[in-house]
Nanobody, 121 residues
Framework: QVQLVESGGGLVQPGGSLRLSCAASGSIFSINTMGWYRQAPGKERELVAAITRGDITNYADSVKGRFTISRDNAKNTVYLQMNSLKPEDTAVYSC???????????????WGRGTLVTVSS
């Protein structure tokens, strides 16, 4: 079994910053792509940012230049540094990872439960 646990969400004013963390635990052999998704009320979940094991990144246009995704492979953790936050960034942010477990021949996709980010005055 493997789990992803997000942390770092909360209430922040427009223009402020937050740093989200997502730690993977379990019998993990390796993690390929990791990413952050978000879902606002009444909207579909969308990709915010993704990062490969080789640190190749991809961002949604709406967050490009404001958000930075990074990872620490030794800790099996992915981060999302969010700067210049806007009210429209308000959403539940969920972590996703493609994980290969020890003793397994096939990778699987794992999701965290999410952490709420609220940007408001």
């Amino acid at each position: 079994q493997v789990q992803l646990v997000e942390s770092g969400g909360g209430l922040v004013q427009p223009g402020g910053s937050l740093r989200l963390s997502c730690a993977a635990s379990g019998s993990i052999f390796s993690i390929n792509t990791m990413g952050w998704y978000r879902q606002a009320p009444g909207k579909e979940r969308e990709l915010v940012a993704a990062i490969t094991r080789g640190d190749i990144t991809n961002y949604a246009d709406s967050v490009k230049g404001r958000f930075t995704i990074s990872r620490d492979n030794a800790k099996n953790t992915v981060y999302l540094q969010m700067n210049s936050l806007k009210p429209e960034d308000t959403a539940v942010y969920s972590c996703n990872a493609e994980v290969l477990l020890h003793g397994s021949y096939r990778s699987r996709e794992v999701w965290g439960r999410g952490t709420l980010v609220t940007v408001s005055s």
